[in-house]
């Protein structure tokens, strides 16, 4: 569509509501599962099934439009401008994590401790209580048992140099995509990919010790909850975002993206920054204050 003004509307598509129809039986499926039923795990699986032909269905129609031309500037403005919402609307998500985190430290605590305008004080709890962050004996009898808090220089500490490294990585990438250099847009790419994945084995590591070796766990009082809460649905931001990468990559060995026609190659980019500029946050005010 060569007219600037014009705007490409798609055609009807059943993909919405295959996807539709594959969350509602996974979520079944879930909820199934948790009651001990034996049908649950089968409906999950296809629930499962279904949503991955969904992606591939509906994303392989997109990327077929997007290289047919079919797309124009308008077109392309009204996706930056869907990106840049969705990022916003991400960035409003871990916000309010962070601030039930901010709010537990800042004021529970101390209120709970006697501190403050607070009617809740420590004379209202067990004997012994204490006012500290984290406070790792949780709770009378140490219920749940007592646990040890993550410490912030070992694999948060590398993980923190590996998703820099992965931002550093994919500029690198995007400026040789502008640069027609594809070979280190391959390669660029290629190392933001893999170092994705390690960041997620490290976390998966990190988990593993957590549980085996300090005792912390969502049953570890409010700093158990907001620890695997955060670093948790982090975690699935990156692998979502290593995954798109991953696509990316595949799109680029193809040959599918010029030095003035690459907003997939964009909008991936932008999200795997907001996922390292998070962790910041995370490495910050979760492991290191």
Same mark, same amino acid.
């Given at each position: 569509m060569s007219d600037s003004t014009l705007y490409y509307i798609p055609e009807p598509s059943h993909w919405p509501i295959v996807g539709s129809v594959g969350l509602f039986t996974t979520l079944i499926g879930a909820a199934l599962m948790m009651l001990d039923s034996a049908i649950g795990s089968w409906l999950l699986a296809a629930g499962i099934l279904i949503v991955v032909l969904m992606m591939f269905g509906w994303f392989g129609t997109v990327i077929g439009e997007s290289e047919s031309e079919t797309y124009n500037a308008q077109v392309d403005l009204s996706f930056r401008w869907g990106m840049f919402w969705f990022i916003f609307s991400e960035v409003m998500f871990f916000a309010a994590f962070f601030g039930a985190l901010y709010y537990a430290r800042q004021y529970s605590l101390p209120w709970l401790g006697g501190e403050g305008p607070g009617i809740l004080t420590n004379s209202y709890l067990w004997q012994g209580y204490e006012a500290l962050w984290p406070y790792t004996a949780n709770g009378p009898g140490e219920v749940g048992g007592a646990f040890t808090h993550m410490g912030a220089w070992g694999l948060p500490a590398i993980n923190t140099l590996i998703l820099l490294t992965s931002g550093g990585t994919v500029t690198w990438a995007h400026h040789a995509l502008k640069a027609g250099h594809r070979g280190q847009l391959i390669a660029g790419l290629f190392l933001t990919v893999a170092l994705g994945f390690l960041f997620i084995a490290l976390q998966a590591l990190e +988990?593993?010790?957590? @549980?085996?070796?300090? *005792? !912390? *766990? !969502? %049953? $570890? %009082?409010? +700093? %158990? $909850?907001?620890? @695997?809460m955060l670093t948790g649905f982090h975690g699935l931001h990156v692998t979502i975002g290593a995954i798109i990468l991953t696509v990316v990559l595949f799109r680029c060995i193809s040959g599918h993206f010029t030095p003035n026609r690459h907003f997939a190659f964009e909008a991936a980019a932008w999200y795997w920054h907001f996922v390292d500029v998070v962790w910041l946050g995370l490495f910050v005010f979760v492991y290191w204050l």
């Open positions: +988990y593993m010790h957590a @549980f085996t070796e300090l *005792n !912390l *766990n !969502l %049953g $570890s %009082g409010i +700093y %158990g $909850s907001t620890f @695997f």
